[in-house]
């Protein structure tokens, strides 16, 4: 049973927020920081999309990264890219656009189309900064 | 006159959009493309800032680096960290947005700073993407 | 028992095509698209190679990376640097030279060697492009 | 159970040296070849911290990150940068300085505050060039 | 005078080899060395182009990058990705494939081009390797 | 006259600190703060060898890059790496290590031998640290 873990990096720039409204001006502020700038800020955002399963015998292939990339695109970064996470992005709407929150978002979004398509989603990761960066993996806990 | 270059580096994240009121939105979204958003997108900008000079025979230095990092964090990165350039920047009032137009905008705020240290800076580099940046000389054409 | 991971990165450049010879042209092209290029085309390849186990007490090392270096190198990255991956490597040959196949080859190399020093190989990443790379774990799933 | 991974990055610049006080010169020599020089070098040391936890529902953070940053730089990154790893810090004081050594000393620093604030130290990473770095679940395997 | 230096990033993926033809095979394999694989090797390749000009006082740009990009594409990257350097491209048949003779080349490709765009090609940068690249000016000597 | 610029990256990890000895401590630690330690830092230092010339029309080389590598590890980065660079490298001795005047040594070191191989040292560029970098070309003033 050789499995192999094969990994698609995708990005998006966007801009967004943390504002919580169920709180005072100041505990946003206190909480959020510079994040709660109301007038929004944003990020080079990178996702890592890992797919997990049996290389094909003839392709070699756990998944043809074409169509991984291809997924991807249309299902998640196209609908983030040049976007604002808090005002334009259906699958985003009255969710806090923290990292953690926005990675659990996407997993549901590409879970079933990627095993649909036969292969099993491992993984996501989530850059927001050189400094910062979220990871996923449906909720199992690996460590 | 063994002039060296010292560069320091900063970062700041930030939201902005290109929109040039005096065209149509037809021609805003011909030409800006998805950078016209209206709800605003984002990017993690880099920023380099080089200074040029002759060694101090005590320091060492050219400038020292505390001071210069210092210095561009006062003037320029926390004045556009988590901000909408479009909205919160004072000395970009007015200016379309793109990296061109904000180079020259922090060079003009920074050259008088550096050469009243004692310094001279002699180019800025601002990073928008991994695939763009922008390099501004003062209007030098050094190539 | 502090069970630690250490990983060696090392690099080859190699030219390689994805050609499956029970195929048409036609299911090759639509398959494998550009990558099967009949004059192949190549990458820089990055391999990272982790061992696990405990430091010892007097050194202080999991596995003494100069040797592990020196095996990788020996055992691995000089048959594959500046080659080709379909025609000048004895353990791949015959073998569709996917980045999914190569890496399960490059494990079972390892492996025995590594556990004869004494210590595990834990994970094998092979990074072919900067958006493209995979990882092995000897056929265990952690996630 | 939707458990997250966040990673706060962090760095350090330090010196040391890589001596066993029970060998001879012969065997240190042998054993850690340039990094046993008596006069000491140093890296460019980056420190990856992974925390775990379920996103709080009204915050959308696992931890804040501003609050993660601040712990790790008051208890080990400030201890460490521009210090010498096997002389200014107590908290390695006879140790030898290993990654792998170094790597645990920290685990045994941050895995209590951590746990204090209410979530859960998951993995440490650290980076001491280019081509060499290890990783720490606090001696767990999950591969 | 606000001379402004943009540049665009794109990659290919290729193959190829260095061989003299007016050479012995023992010369070829002194000077080249792996280099000289019979069989091919190759690399990612990252090529950087910088068009210097003033930016328009509507859009604020020097040259639409997305414009750019869809030049450096169409004229040249598409003409290298996943190809043979040395078989497959057309414009440089017959050139011994040094990165040195491969960035003059795509040079005398853009330099008109984006001249009758209206701007000016001032720098080109090609990267072979993280530890090798190439920078061309059109044959200035700007230091 | 087609001139190129090519370029070599080498490493090298090695200790220093800043300290001026016609000063009292009080002032080596208020221009040199952390960098004044007494006990060292290190990094892990990157250096950049730029060298221009012609391509020669059998090889298509401006310089053999095996050749460049070459005497950059023995003429300078073998003298420093693992070493204490105020301590361990007869080229330094009694120069204050700040990276402007490591570099101005090391551009000593290497024109000379350059020049004799018959190619032209343009440019040096010396990497402390992601924040900090000096460049040399020779006292030219580019820009």
């Not at 292939?61 to 299902?75: G, R, Y």
């Not at 590409?110 to 491992?122: D, F, M, Q, S, V």
Request: proline share 4%.
């Amino acid at each position: 049973m050789n499995k192999v873990y094969i990994t698609r990096r995708e990005t998006f720039n966007a801009a967004h927020k943390l504002w919580q409204p169920n709180w005072s001006e100041e505990k946003n502020n206190e909480v959020f920081g510079r994040c709660a700038n109301k007038n929004w800020h944003g990020h080079n955002f990178v996702l890592y999309v890992t797919v997990s399963g049996i290389p094909d015998p003839e392709s070699g292939f756990v998944m043809n990264l074409k169509d991984l990339s291809a997924i991807i695109k249309k299902e998640v970064t196209e609908k983030l890219d040049h976007k604002n996470l808090n005002l334009d992005v259906p699958f985003l709407d009255g969710i806090m656009t923290s990292t953690e929150n926005v990675i659990i978002a996407i997993w549901q979004i590409l879970e079933p189309i990627i095993a649909a398509y036969g292969a099993a989603l491992a993984k996501l990761k989530l850059v927001e900064t050189e400094n910062n960066f979220v990871e996923y993996f449906g909720g199992k806990e690996p460590f």
